[in-house]
């Protein structure tokens, strides 16, 4: 009989200690802090693609730059998700996922990028996903990203 085990990050074994800052920064009063490896890794996710290469002082190459593609006639989806699993290899905090899928929808139009996310946990093997909207705009303003909950 065959036993299927996950493995559990030691960060997660301690509910009450905060592992990182959620994004977005918009709470009230102070950070919203994530307490899980889990919601950590979707904000570290995030953080990852909305930078742009040579933003983050002391690392360069941190980022995917996702609004150099804004004005591109034509995205290739496997050039962006080859783009993402690179930045991710060299970020030693996003090492333990895998990009499953990447889906884009462009409007030239209105110069509107919606990409959608997918990744596997290789701790636990969990799919998740994020969704990043680059030049949209609500009733609130500029709407950079949503997140979307398990698949």
């Known amino acids: 009989m065959a036993r299927n085990f996950t493995q559990i990050d030691p960060l997660d074994l301690a ?8 994004i977005p920064f918009n709470n009230p009063g102070v950070f919203k802090t994530n307490f899980t490896t889990k919601e950590q890794t979707k904000s570290n996710l995030i953080n990852l693609v909305l930078t742009e290469p040579g933003e983050r002082v002391y690392k360069p190459f941190f980022g995917v730059g996702l609004n150099s593609l804004l004005f591109e006639q034509s995205i290739n989806e496997e050039d962006l998700k080859q783009k993402i699993q690179e930045a991710i290899s060299k970020d030693e905090r996003l090492s333990k996922i895998t990009i499953s899928n990447v889906n884009i929808n462009q409007d030239i139009n209105t110069n509107n990028i919606n990409i959608s996310i997918e ?28 997140q979307v909950n398990k698949i």
């Open 119 to 146: 990744y596997i946990s290789q701790l636990d093997g969990n799919r998740d996903s994020i969704k990043i909207g680059i030049g949209s705009i609500n009733d609130r303003g500029p709407l950079p990203y949503e």
């Open 15 to 22: 509910s009450s200690r905060g592992v990182g800052v959620a």
